[in-house]
């Protein structure tokens, strides 16, 4: 499975991007897809995940902020920010695994053995 993130970029402040993740190579029909985003000093930490199902969660930090969305061929991980404040400037990143006998899609990067190279978001105030 490769990953190719996009759509990173500076915003300021109260503004809007949209990051997209294209999915190719091999496709599973069950899985788990998020966005993870990692500042530097700071540990990787998950921001939103979707399954094959469409099920979403968000960490707190985004929730009602950020939007996850997937089309459907499942190629295709899409993260609708908006409200954008300084907090969030990271390096996001998209990562896949297979959902295989599991319920809710987890939050720790260390389970996720695919990932994109990451695209760049910086919020200024």
């Known amino acids: 499975v490769q990953l190719v993130e996009s759509g990173g970029g500076s915003v300021q402040a109260g503004g809007s991007l949209r990051l997209s993740c294209g999915a190719s190579?091999?496709?599973?029909?069950?899985?788990?897809m998020g966005w993870f985003r990692q500042s530097p000093g700071k540990e990787r930490e998950w921001v939103a995940l979707?399954?094959?199902?469409?099920?979403?969660s968000y960490a707190d930090s985004v929730k009602g902020r950020f939007t996850i969305s997937q089309d459907n061929a499942g190629t295709s991980l899409y993260l609708q920010m908006t409200s954008l404040q300084t907090e969030d400037t990271a390096a996001y990143y998209c990562?896949?695994?297979?959902?295989?006998?599991?319920?809710?899609?987890?939050?720790?990067?260390?389970?996720?053995?695919?990932w994109g190279q990451g695209t760049q978001v910086t919020v200024s105030s």
């Open positions: 190579g091999y496709s599973y029909s069950r899985y788990c």
């Open positions: 990562a896949e695994v297979r959902r295989y006998m599991i319920e809710s899609c987890p939050g720790q990067p260390g389970d996720y053995p695919y």
């Open positions: 979707i399954d094959d199902l469409g099920r979403a």
